[in-house]
Each structure stands twice: as C-alpha cells, then as structure tokens.
C-alpha cells in the first residue's frame, strides 16, 4: 500500500481481507468443478453453425449490432440502387457521378469509351426531357473529355461513335433552343446572318448536322458550337484547347 | 485452518507458458484446460465474491456461476497472459455478484466454519463482524470503487495491475483508492463511536 491508512481502518481492512479468504468448502468446489466440465461438455456438442456471424458484440448488444449492421448495409445499398442511374438534377445525382467517377478510375478502364457511355444517358435523359439543359450540359463535358482523348489518336474506332453522339448533342441543342420561349419584342428584328451568338449558330449547324451525321471532312459533327460557342466562339479556338476542327480526322 | 493465505493458486500455473497452453485447452473445450484454470483462479474468485457478499454459501454459488459463465465466453479471450486472463474472470465475477445481489435470493449470513480445531469460535465471530461492517460501508461506495478496494486489500493486486487490467493509470487508480477508503472511514468512524 502506498498511502498511510489509520490504524483502525486498517485494522478493519485486515479484518475483511482475511474474512474474504477464507478457504470455500470443499464439497463446493468439487460442485463447481463438476458444473463447469457439465457446461464444458454442453458446449462441445453445441452446434457452431452460426460462427461466420461471431461478432465481439457482448451478448445484450448482439441483436441490437445485429440489426443496426443489417440496416446500415440495406440502406446504402438501396441508396446506391436508387441513385445509379438518377436523373440529373435529382438528389441521388451525386451517387450517379460518384459511379461514373469509380468506373473511370477502375484500372484498365477504357476512359474513352466511358465518356461516350456517360455522354450517351445524358443524350438519353435530355431526348427523355429529363433536366435537358442539366443532361446537354452534363453530354457536352462527357464529349469535351472523350474528344480530349481521342485526339491522340486518329485512328480509334470509337471516332464513328463520337461523331454520332455530337450530332446528336447538336440536335438536342437545337430542339431545346427551338422550345425556349423567344424574347419580348424589342422593336429590332436580328438578321439572320447578324445574330452570330453560340445557341443560333450551334441551332443552325446542329439541324445541319442531323441531316448528315457521318458527312464529310469539312462538315463532321462537332461539340465545338455547343460547348466552346459560349466560352471561347465557337470553332475560332485559339489552340488553347482541343478542337474537333483542329483535329486530325482518321480520314485523314 | 479456517483462513487458508497459502491457498490463492498460482502454484500449478505459474510458468506463463502453461498458463496459455491451459487457454488454447480450454478454448478447445478440453476438460484439462479448464481443470487447471479452476485450480488457478477459483480462490481468487471466490475471494471476490466473499469481499462483496460476505455470505460463503452465496460467494461459493457465485464462484460456480462464473466459471459456468466463462465456459460459453472464453472464446473471446484473445489476451492470455496471467493478468489478463484472471481480470477477465473478477470481471465475469463482478457481474455474477450485481446480479446475485439484485435478484436478492439468499439473506446474507456469517456461515461460520468452526469445525476447525484450536481456532477460537469468538476470535472468528469477531472477525466476521469487523468484516460485515467493512462490507456495509463500502455500500456508499461506487461499484468501481469496490472493485479496486478488493482487488488492492483482499487480491493484494499492485496499484500498477489494478490499473493495467482496469484500464486505468495509476494515478487513477491511486486516487480512487483514496477517496474509497476515506468514505469507508467516515462511514465506518460514527458506528466505532456508538
């Protein structure tokens, strides 16, 4: 003992250290003894079908583990079930993104062929009016980054396919800017050949290039009025960026 | 002899060795495992329980439903060190000894053992009383207060194992120590006066 204690307490302390020792009786012990090789022998034969689920869980908090485990697995799944393909827009969206986000970084991903997927649905979602301008915006970045990498290679066969869904996002483009609703009379009538903003020219070009999805060189369907019209003019890119019209086409 | 200080175990398992072998044994459910993990701890156990009961035939139930108890629970030992191994029986005897003083199923009594030749009858009567009164104080106390209390003056644990196997540090322990004793005393102080 490291501190002092009176005597008197500790006379009492001895008192009750020595009456806590004493010795149990045999016939108990032998009692006990028997009982435990009784619950030894009793375990043994128990089955232990149930092991792959031995958690460390005490006994009173197993089923409450149990559950709360069960539950947890159940919900994110059913999350991630309801959000894999969400609608832009939609609060699940997010677990939508984060799947396409894994998908492209899985090893030995084709991030090619990922981007035109990706940019396909939202093709899909903005023919479906599902948040057109979120999905179109959402396709053009799928395209952006699909072109991005295709241009290092002229030759991949996924070219025909870009080259589709483009034309397709020229098209939805134009078919939502032909819904908008037109602006409040103003007294001047733009001219047809005057009003050189992104969403008329991409409008014109994309009804164009629905015509022909696969034309020629000069005519092939590019992304470049839809996503760089409003940032950088359109196809006039300063070489900063990749450009469909400054790529070398496989036909080349 | 009535109180038997020799009789704590620790003889037939001393070597660590043979105490882990004794572990995997009874994990394995083998009866001679846990042979001589009863002769090794069932003093200590039952000293637990007559520290806190103070009845003999209630802390010999006890003792017996601790290593029943244990039986089922052993697969979860993972450490099998001597001091791990016999924390986790005073704590399986911790609990036995709540339940068994809430259920309330047997009145306390002395169970004097007077069968013992050249023993005074009066000197252990005596005793025994003191005890009672130690055990009756200590009811003001915290159950984690009493649980250091017997394993510092009846296991004469080291304030660096009751801190080890309680995880606690051994100011911790120290100062709970201190406080527990100093309510023991001021409970025990008005009835030595009466």
């Not at chain 1, 939609?90 to 899985?106: D, E, H, I, N, Y």
């Not at chain 1, 072109?147 to 996002?169: C, G, I, M, Q």
Request: with cysteine; glycine share 6%; proline share 6%.
């Amino acid at each position: 003992m490291t501190d002092w204690i009176e005597p008197q307490l500790s006379a009492s302390l001895d008192a009750w250290r020595l009456s806590s020792r004493r010795t149990p009786r045999r016939h108990a012990v032998e009692r006990a003894h028997d009982a435990m090789l009784e619950a030894v022998l009793v375990e043994s034969r128990r089955p232990h079908a149930r092991r792959f689920l031995s958690f460390s869980f005490r006994p009173r908090f197993r089923h409450a583990g149990l559950i709360a485990t069960t539950a947890t697995i159940v919900a994110a799944a059913s999350v991630a079930a309801a959000g894999w393909n969400a609608a832009p827009g939609s609060a699940l969206f997010v677990v939508r993104a984060a799947r396409q986000g894994v998908m492209l970084k899985l090893p030995g991903a084709d991030d090619i062929a990922l981007h035109l997927e990706f940019a396909e649905q939202s093709l899909a979602d903005a023919t479906g009016h599902v948040n057109p301008a979120q999905s179109l915006a959402d396709a053009t970045t799928e395209l952006h980054a699909a072109f991005t990498e295709l241009s290092v290679d002229p030759s991949s066969p996924l070219w025909p396919r870009y080259k589709l869904d483009a034309a397709t996002l020229l098209s939805e483009e134009g078919d939502v800017e032909s819904e908008r609703p037109s602006p409040a009379p103003t007294g001047e009538t733009p001219g047809p050949t005057g009003d050189d903003s992104p969403s008329s020219s991409a409008s014109e070009r994309g009804d164009d290039e629905t015509a022909r999805p696969t034309a020629g060189h000069d005519s092939a369907p590019s992304p470049t009025g839809s996503w760089s019209g409003g940032n950088d003019g359109g196809g006039s890119d300063d070489g900063g960026s990749p450009s469909p019209g400054q790529t070398p086409h496989p036909d080349d | 002899m009535i109180f038997d200080e020799s009789n704590r175990g620790g003889a037939n398992l001393a070597d660590t060795h043979r105490l882990t072998q004794a572990v995997e044994a009874a994990q394995r459910g083998e009866a001679h495992g846990w042979t001589a993990l009863f002769e090794r701890f069932y003093p200590d156990v039952h000293a637990y329980a007559l520290a806190r009961l103070g009845d003999l035939t209630a802390a010999e139930d006890v003792t017996q439903d601790v290593f029943v108890a244990a039986v089922t629970s052993i697969k979860t030992l993972r450490d099998r060190r001597e001091p791990a191994v016999q924390a986790w029986f005073l704590h399986i005897c911790r609990y036995k000894v709540v339940d068994h003083i809430r259920r309330g199923s047997r009145q306390r009594g002395l169970a004097l053992d007077t069968t013992h030749p050249g023993v005074d009858p009066g000197a252990i009567a005596e005793v025994n009383l003191e005890a009672d009164r130690v055990r009756a104080a200590m009811a003001h106390l915290t159950e984690d207060q009493r649980d250091i209390l017997i394993r510092r003056f009846v296991l004469d644990q080291s304030l660096e194992d009751v801190a080890a196997t309680t995880r606690r540090t051994v100011g911790a322990v120290k100062s709970m120590q201190h406080r527990a004793l100093e309510a023991v005393r001021r409970a025990l102080s008005p009835k030595r006066a009466a």
